[in-house]
C-alpha cells in the first residue's frame, strides 16, 4: 500500500519522520507516532498548516502487511 508521509528536508527517511503525537500507555511507557496520508495532496495541504513548514517535505512510503 502506498502512503505519504512528511519528513524533514534532506534527511534520511526512517531518521527524521515528523512525529507529532506522544501516547502515554497506563504502564508509564511512551511511544511517538505521525500521521499517513493516503493522498498526496492531502498530506502536501496538512504540511501547509505547520509553522517552519519549509524545512518539511511530503515523501511517498510503501506499507506492507
Same mark, same amino acid.
Given at each position: 500500500?502506498?502512503?505519504?508521509?512528511?519528513?524533514?528536508?534532506?534527511?534520511?527517511?526512517?531518521?527524521?519522520?515528523?512525529? #507529532?503525537?506522544?501516547?502515554?500507555? *497506563? #504502564?508509564?511507557?511512551?511511544?511517538?507516532?505521525?500521521?499517513?496520508?493516503?493522498?498526496?495532496? #492531502?498530506?502536501? @495541504?496538512?504540511?501547509? *498548516?505547520?509553522?517552519?513548514?519549509? @524545512?518539511?517535505?511530503?515523501?511517498?512510503?510503501?506499507? #506492507?502487511?
Amino acid at each position: 500500500m502506498r502512503v505519504f508521509i512528511i519528513k524533514h528536508k534532506g534527511a534520511n527517511i526512517w531518521q527524521n519522520i515528523y512525529f #507529532d503525537k506522544e501516547i502515554t500507555f *497506563s #504502564d508509564g511507557n511512551k511511544i511517538h507516532a505521525g500521521k499517513l496520508f493516503f493522498r498526496r495532496k #492531502d498530506a502536501e @495541504y496538512y504540511l501547509k *498548516s505547520l509553522e517552519n513548514n519549509e @524545512y518539511l517535505e511530503v515523501v511517498g512510503a510503501t506499507v #506492507d502487511k
